[in-house]
Every structure is written in C-alpha cells, then in structure tokens.
C-alpha cells in the first residue's frame, strides 16, 4: 500500500495536517458567526460604517471558510461540517450581545490574532510536509489578516 496521498504528499503527515486544518476551519466558523453577530447588532453613530465594514469580514471569511474546508478534501480528508465539531474544535472568542463599536473592534482584532497565531503553528507543519498548496493558502491568509489587523487597531488608535 502506497506511503503517499493521491497528490503525492506523506499520508500519515497529511491526515495529521488535515486535522489541524480542521481546527483552524471550525474557528473560522465561529469568528463568522461572531461577525454576523456584530454586523446585526452594532449600534450609535459609526452605524452605518461599521454594519457594511462587519459585512465584509464575514464575506471574506466566508470564502476562506470554502478554501480550508475544500483544501482538506485535496489532501484526501474530510472538512468538519457540524457546529457540534465547530464548537469543539474551536478556541476563538466567542462574541455574543456586543453593540458597542470599540468593543466589537477590539473582539475582531483579537479574534484574528487567534487566527494568525493558529496559521503560522499550521505554517509549520504543511513546511515539514512540503505541501506548496497549503503554504501558499497559509500565508496568503496571513498577510491579508496582518493588515486587516493593522487598519483595526489604527480605528481603535493603537
Ligand atoms: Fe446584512
């Protein structure tokens, strides 16, 4: 029995890999779910800014969502697809009832920190692996959540 995945990758590092892309899909899922949360819920005068700003998070990680989930299946696993998964897999904070605009910000800021921090540990792994796919998905997210990053806490005057 072959050692290698159907795209030519060590199976036993792969499902490894998958797995931790599993856990880095099921925060995504609930950072989505809290921007949802925030998009319906924030309120005062930055309404309008912040209701289209939030809106655009939760696009973008909706779509980021799509490409982990579909990235695992390229490796030959399968994507968490349950809430019940989501939850237990997840370690991101969860927002819930937040209407103040510096608080929403300073949860999406952190919230992000989470995810970056989990991207460069899964970095790691798909290097070893030597899984030019996965790296280049990785650090894409990274470089774009760095900014995002950045432009929050500037609004937040950090
Ligand atoms: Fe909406």
Do not use: C
Request: net charge negative; glycine share 4%.
């Amino acid at each position: 029995m072959s050692k290698l995945t159907r795209i030519g990758l060590d199976k036993t590092q792969s499902e490894k890999l998958a797995k931790e892309l599993n856990k880095l899909l099921s925060n995504y899922e609930i950072f989505y779910q809290s921007l949802r949360g925030l998009h319906w819920n924030i309120k005062g005068s930055q309404f309008f800014e912040l209701h289209e700003k939030f809106e655009e998070l939760y696009n973008d990680a909706q779509e980021k969502i799509d490409i982990i989930a579909e990235r695992v299946l390229t490796l030959g696993f399968t994507p968490l697809h349950t809430f019940q998964d989501y939850i237990e897999n997840a370690n991101v904070e969860v927002g819930k009832n937040i209407s103040e605009a510096k608080t929403a910000v300073t949860l999406i800021t952190e919230s992000l920190k989470t995810l970056v921090i989990l991207e460069r540990e899964i970095l790691e792994s798909a290097q070893a692996l030597e899984d030019e796919g996965t790296i280049t998905m990785l650090t894409d997210f990274i470089t774009q959540q760095e900014k995002t990053i950045w432009m929050y806490s500037s609004w937040l005057g950090n």
